[in-house]
């Protein structure tokens, strides 16, 4: 088979790290894309460590043109991409009457324009093979959470902004699909267990109590769920929001 090329944006930590070490473990080359270069690297060696191929990429995705130069790049050195996972993303806390503009549209920039520049890059390699995998990352704050009106707007944009690629690109064999996760240990909810002023462990014990497996999520977990969702076995699985939390929610 001939190896499959991936970008994850957000890849230097987090979900996007373990999203990309676990693509990298599927047999993939991928494209380790972050705000700064040198933030890839970790990532990177624990691709390379283990025999794989990636790229680190340093590009605002809010930015169009270095969007466009990223994605070529990446075309250049690693090949044609056919897989993109969206997960870049920041927050920018607060209550709505306390929320600068500049909150609003830097959560809006990187997450929805980020996302749809990034797309918009890469969907002509994958209409050029007739095949792609795109796997937007969202999240249960689309559902409304307090002190989050820029994340959760973000959040909810992107589950109707996959659907639309799921009508528009499956005529041409790709894909799109959201996963929206719950609590899961991160850089982010640790800094909103310093927001709410909790300690890390005291929030993670309290959303463990209400969560019907018990337990908080970890970022193997949403790997684990975009791994199949890239996979050729996903090839009926599109336009889809896939809640990875632990329990249902509605």
């Not at 806390?93 to 503009?101: E, I, P, S, T, V």
């Not at 920039?109 to 969202?138: C, D, P, W």
Request: one cysteine or more.
């Amino acid at each position: 088979m001939t190896e499959k090329v991936a970008i994850v944006t957000g890849a230097a930590r987090g979900i996007g790290a373990a999203t990309a070490v676990r693509l990298a473990a599927d047999g993939m080359a991928v494209a380790v894309l972050d705000l700064e270069e040198g933030a890839c690297a970790a990532t990177v060696d624990a691709i390379t460590g283990k025999g794989g191929r990636a790229l680190a990429v340093g590009a605002d995705v809010s930015k169009t043109e270095q969007v466009q130069k990223a994605v070529e790049r990446v075309a250049d050195e690693l090949g044609a991409p056919t897989i993109l996972v969206n997960n870049a993303g920041v927050i920018r806390d607060n209550l709505l009457f306390k929320m600068a503009d500049e909150d609003w549209d830097t959560v809006l920039g990187v997450h929805l324009r980020g996302a749809f520049l990034m797309s918009r890059a890469t969907q002509k390699y994958m209409v050029e093979q007739r095949y792609g995998r795109i796997v937007n990352l969202s999240s249960s704050s689309a559902l409304g959470n307090r002190g989050q009106v820029n994340y959760s707007a973000a959040k909810a944009g992107m589950q109707g902004f996959t659907k639309t690629l799921a009508i528009e690109l499956g005529p041409f064999g790709v894909t799109a699909n959201a996963v929206a996760p719950g609590f899961i240990v991160s850089d982010m909810t640790a800094a909103t267990a310093a927001r709410m002023k909790m300690s890390f462990e005291d929030f993670q014990q309290a959303a463990a109590s209400q969560i019907p497996v018990r337990r908080v999520g970890q970022v193997e977990d949403v790997a684990h769920t975009i791994s199949f969702l890239v996979s050729d076995g996903a090839g009926f699985v599109s336009g889809q929001v896939i809640y990875v939390a632990g329990g249902p929610l509605c």
